[in-house]
């Protein structure tokens, strides 16, 4: 069946237009000089961040109109020497120094792979790598990183369809000016040793070639057999370095095989009195997982091409396109207790399987300018974007035995001990790949138009529209059934703001964004999968509205922030492969969020604060209505500290946390609220030599990382020291 949708945005963007401008954040990426200082264009400020130590940095994208100061909307940048300074090896890693992020688990139609969740809203599909959309699923790496971009909120006439809690944006380290080089030696406990290195030469006075490399090898601390091992290497040209004309071609490899982790299991139902489920009274090392059964190996591959150019005129055009693969292939060990084992002390050792693809190509096409009407400045921006992407996921037939637990089931080892698992246990039972796959498919192609109009030196005006036509297609048989699916359609996407300058550093601002999100979005990938169930839906819909202040102090060097929002809900549709799971007409998350990042004198800081009061607003069972949506914790709050204690010496360290969420909207599945602390320590023997120390959860606090309804939770990692030799040229 094939539904055509559409919806109303037009109409809000030509009463936007009346009053005389369009669209919001839009600008080409900053020039820089040989020499490593920043170049000031069009308001905003880039730095060589191979060399900078900074907490601050700026949007990279080429769409954006206004630095940060002058954004109405929450963007949380996390710089190089964020990651550094808080060990982070993973995105999942750093991604716990950004308030309002929390981490989802794939479970049966959603992968086993990165799945973050801005203030609750799955963003699977809402991931970018030099702001152009890559959904494959993945357990990202962060070596090959420059920065880490977090716009919250609703914001589909930026980033294209979905991005309905905000979008994730990883800019990559690419063949610049310069010539610099930086190897880092890191030994750890937990069998951990990881190998980086990061070179970039200069040839001529336009040619210059970059490689960057890592080798990863790891236990997990805190959990029995689960281990990490990886690798990946990008290298790079770029012609026209320092010129007003530059080309950059890259390829980015990486490639994982580890022990895929789901943690400890849920209690049974009806063992706790009032229905209540939360992960069981084990051991948090306890691994249920098999060591002769269970593995997860992905791989990426993507070429990109970027083109950058000053035209003249006050003209800039860029283009970035890509192509990229990405495979995904596991059998894990799913903790289950649909029978009631736990309350008995055991537990089936089910499994979820994957043996996927994915390939797409995506590009984008921006031009941007600057130019007066009068006494009116503009920052325009306007560009073209395509996405196509296709997948193909064929799993794995596993004799798991019988879910009851028997006494046959324990002698074969599909069940094991509650409390005492042995991942050894010598497994033999048989493993088949399926030979009829399912299938996915989708098309977006979008034309967009931002503007930032300077009224008067303390007004600006911000807006932006985006027409998206999107197609799905989807084939397969799940266990609704099989299934041969197909969406499409048109729709507009839009957002307004207004920036109010009492001076050239601080504004205040007020704006509204919506975001449309139809089937089929993370193209098989992610929990946004089509099938026959939600083939006839329309979009879901977000909308925010936004105010907010900021503040930039120290000459620049540290912004404040604060906002409140209110993100409006419609038609939430969740699904678990191509089977509907629940339907909600309404739901309403509202709160604020505080942020600090930069340096003030010897201290260096990025911190925050999200507050988020969510409420199913309407829905058939009444039962649910007034609880809170799923995966969105009340409070949540980061914070990683660095101070310059002597020019050799640095100390520091990180405060995370969140408190108790829920994984189901009848709020009977919970985990429990957390705060983790971190250090470091840091001496610099020499400008070109240093070593740095590092604790990871430094109490050793077990909490609950992850929840999936109905199954399991995943425990965090345990307590880990981490000792790094650094070397520059």
Known sequence: MKRVFATGGAAGFLAVGCVGFIAVAAQPVMAQTKDGEPTRLEGMTVTDSAVEDSY??????????????????????????????????????????????????????????????????????????????????????????????????????????????????????????????????????????????????????????RIVGMYHDSDVPGRDAVFDDRWGVLPSITWGVGSPISATLSYYHYETDAMPDYGIPLTSRDQLAGGVREPADVDRDNFYGLLARDFQKTKTDSVTFEFNGDLGGGLYLSNTTRYNYNTNAYIVTNPDDSAGNVANGFVWRNIKSRNSWNKGLASNTNLATNFDTGSIEHALSFGFEMAVADSSNAGYSVATGNRSCAD???????????????????????????????????????????????????????????????????????RGGCYDAENSGDFFTWQAGVVFKPSETTSIYASYADSKNPPGTTVGEGSDNLGSANETREPQSFENWEVGAKAELMEGNLLLSAAAFRIKRNNIIQTDGDVITDIFDAARLQGFELGVTGQAGPVSITAGYTYVDSELRANDNSEIVGNVLPQTPKHNFSATVRWQATPQLAVGGGAYGASKRYADAGNSISADGYARFDAFAEYKFTHAISARLNVQNIADERYIVKIRNPHFAVPAAGRQALLTISAMY
């Open 56 to 209: 601050r940095a700026e949007q990279t994208s080429p769409k954006a109109t206004a630095p940060l100061v002058d954004t109405p909307r929450i963007i949380t940048v996390v710089s190089e020497a964020v990651i550094r300074d808080s060990a982070s090896f993973t995105l999942e890693d750093a991604l716990r120094t950004v308030p309002g992020i929390t981490l989802g688990a794939g479970e049966g139609g959603t992968a086993s792979a990165d799945i973050p969740l801005i203030r609750g809203i799955d963003s699977t599909g809402s991931v970018f790598v030099d702001g152009l959309r890559d959904i494959g699923s993945q357990t990202r790496e962060i070596f090959a990183l420059e920065q880490i971009e977090v716009t919250k909120g609703p914001n589909s006439a930026f980033g294209g369809r979905g991005t309905a809690g905000g979008s994730i944006n990883l800019v990559s380290k690419v063949a610049r000016a310069g010539v610099f080089a930086e190897g880092q030696v890191t030994a750890g406990t937990s069998d951990l040793v990881r190998v980086t290195a990061d070179a970039n030469v200069q040839l001529n006075d336009k040619l210059a070639v």
């Open 408 to 478: 046959e089931d324990f002698a074969n080892y599909n069940c094991t001990s509650l409390d005492n698992p042995d991942p050894s246990d010598p497994w033999n039972g048989t493993i088949e790949r399926s030979t009829s796959p399912s299938t996915a498919s989708a098309e977006e192609y979008s034309f967009y138009l931002f503007d930032t109009v300077t009224i008067l030196p303390q007004l600006l005006l911000n807006g932006g529209i985006r027409w998206t036509d999107f197609s799905a297609k989807a084939a397969g048989c799940g």
